[in-house]
């Protein structure tokens, strides 16, 4: 028959095993509870192991755990502590190129922060943040959108993907192309004004390695959440270093050429799985996304949220301008960057460029006119003119040493710049 209660009393080890105990209240258990189904704890120090057993959500409170306890049930789990979103920037909320305004992106342009588009065709579709002006989903403020342009109709050899190129340094712990390779989850919110089978991608750096999906939008102009769970690749060549590690890729529409077998690793560069819906193939198609996440494990949790400004230190890694924030790349704005010539050499002018962040690799610079926006030229401050700028030299992953100049005089310099290390 069940134990009712027990107060104040001392079980020893083995003592209860498979039983139904109602509650427990300021007793020591020194040894183990196995399979057994206990109502309420209260008051109650356990130094043994709970093994096998399911602690319903608010069921504990004013409960110290042991030091350790907690992390390794998490690690266990596939649920860190760390950067348990490999996505930079998933919830859209970063927009430094572009300051919210409306792209017609070219192949390989970067977009909102961390997020590359590859297009065999121009002007197929736009790109905007919070594109349409719709209410995101519950819990976020920003998404990314594209507009479709025209009904094209793909050729075997056409594509329009958009990505995230994933540093190796920060998937090294997924162990790909080995055989302890682990399991990842992606999850996403989604919404079209089209339906049906849409297609995406994960690949090594090198696109030899690719593992296509496919989710369901079910009803139109309406956010849903997908989930899809992939088994990690214990096969081909998975960069653990500065380079691109992976690539997660989701798809407006593809041709055959870059079709592959649904749920399955294959040798060869697949962007899509097999008979996905075209959004660039309907025009005024739209499709939103926000709310992505990559994380280590069997099981999608819950979005993992950073604080804005660690969001944007993790995009500057990559990425940085000179301008303010919301402020368009050209334009004039305070935050400049000042220099000045005492004697009239055209080259090894120092300059005052040091990266907000340090880069991943050597970025490429630009620098622009502070006050026209003209790229490779600074302002003259002696007769508001412009001069160009020669030679940027001397560039590391923490700032730039100086710069060459078209001509050489005695003057003031305003400039402003970007800095570009991306995968």
């Known amino acids: 028959m069940p134990i009712q209660k027990i107060t104040s009393g001392i079980i020893e080890d083995g003592a209860v095993s498979a039983a139904d105990i109602v509650s427990v209240s300021n007793t020591a258990i020194s040894g183990n509870i196995i399979s057994s189904q206990i109502t309420s704890v209260a008051n109650t120090q356990i130094t043994g192991t709970i093994t096998g057993s399911q602690i319903s959500s608010n069921t504990l409170s004013n409960t110290v755990f042991q030091t350790g306890s907690v992390e390794n049930y998490m690690n266990a789990t596939g649920l860190s502590f760390g950067m348990r979103n490999r996505i930079i920037n998933g919830a859209m909320v970063i927009d430094q190129r572009n300051a919210g305004a409306s792209q017609t992106p070219i192949n390989g342009a970067y977009m909102l922060d961390r997020w590359t588009i590859n297009v065999s065709q121009t002007s197929k579709l736009t790109q905007q943040q919070n594109a349409g002006a719709v209410t995101p989903p519950a819990g976020f403020s920003k998404y990314m959108g594209f507009t479709s342009s025209s009904a094209y109709s793909l050729l075997t050899t056409d594509y329009f993907v958009f990505n995230q190129y994933i540093e190796g340094l920060n998937v090294a712990d997924l162990a790909l192309g080995t055989a302890s390779a682990a399991t990842v989850s992606l999850s996403f919110w989604v919404r079209s004004s089209l339906t049906g089978t849409f297609g995406g991608s994960l690949r090594n750096g090198a ?217």
């Not at 000045?340 to 690799?361: E, G, H």
């Not at 003209?374 to 001397?394: H, K, M, W």
């Open 207 to 423: 696109g030899t390695r690719s593992y296509p999906f496919s989710y369901t939008i079910n009803t139109a102009n309406t956010w849903e959440q997908k989930t899809i769970t992939v088994a990690g690749d214990t096969s081909g060549t998975w960069t653990t270093d500065t380079g691109i590690g992976l690539i997660l890729t989701l798809s407006l529409g593809a041709g055959s050429t870059f079709n592959g077998t649904v749920n399955a690793w294959s040798t060869g560069n697949y962007l899509q799985s097999s008979g996905a819906t075209s959004v660039v193939g309907t025009n005024g198609a739209t499709f939103y996304i926000t709310g992505v996440q990559l994380e280590k494990g069997s099981t999608a949790t819950a979005f993992d949220y950073r604080d804005i400004g660690r969001e944007l230190i993790m995009c500057q890694r990559y990425f940085e301008r000179s301008y303010n924030i919301g402020s368009a790349t050209g334009s004039f704005t305070n935050g400049f960057i000042g220099f000045n010539t005492p004697l009239t050499a055209t080259s090894d002018i120092p300059t005052n460029i040091l990266f907000k962040v340090t880069k991943r690799d050597t970025p490429t610079v630009v620098v622009y006119n502070a006050v026209s926006g003209a790229s490779g030229a600074a302002y003259r401050a002696s007769d508001a003119g412009s001069i160009s700028v020669t030679g940027i030299n001397y560039v590391g992953t923490n700032g730039v040493g100086n710069l060459s100049l078209a001509s050489g005089s005695v003057n003031n310099y305003l400039i402003h710049y970007t800095a570009s290390s991306e995968l």
